[in-house]
């Protein structure tokens, strides 16, 4: 209906020496249609900055639970690390009169680091 009446108007608006003439209805509807597509336009817009507003909020929870992994990540690497490492299993072993004594770093722990950086 509105291609129609816009085609309508284009084809018997008069001409004038510089200037054209047309019924007041159709002026009036083309300005209602226009001031129409101009609220169209601002909702469109609106939305389009809600939308970006969103997607800067969900990067920013992104990023904040990457960086909570990556901490973590590094917490748990460290204490694998540690028991990783073959020197940490080396022992002593120290004999006395009456006893016989074994240290070595892993002993020691029994699993602390572990429980630790699980626990954070």
Known sequence: MDKERLEDI????????????????NFNWIVSTVEEQQKEIEMYKNLVAKGTERRVEDNKEWFGAQSVLVEENARLRKA???????????FETIVSD????????????????ARQALKE
């Not at 284009?10 to 209805?25: A, D």
Request: glycine share 10%; proline share 0%.
């Open 98 to 113: 009456c006893d016989i004594e074994v240290e070595s770093k892993i002993l020691e722990d029994t699993g602390e680091k």
């Open 80 to 90: 694998l690390e540690f028991y990783a490492d073959g020197n940490n299993y080396e």
């Open 10 to 25: 284009k084809e018997n608006s008069l001409f004038g020496i510089g200037h054209r003439t047309m019924t007041k209805e």
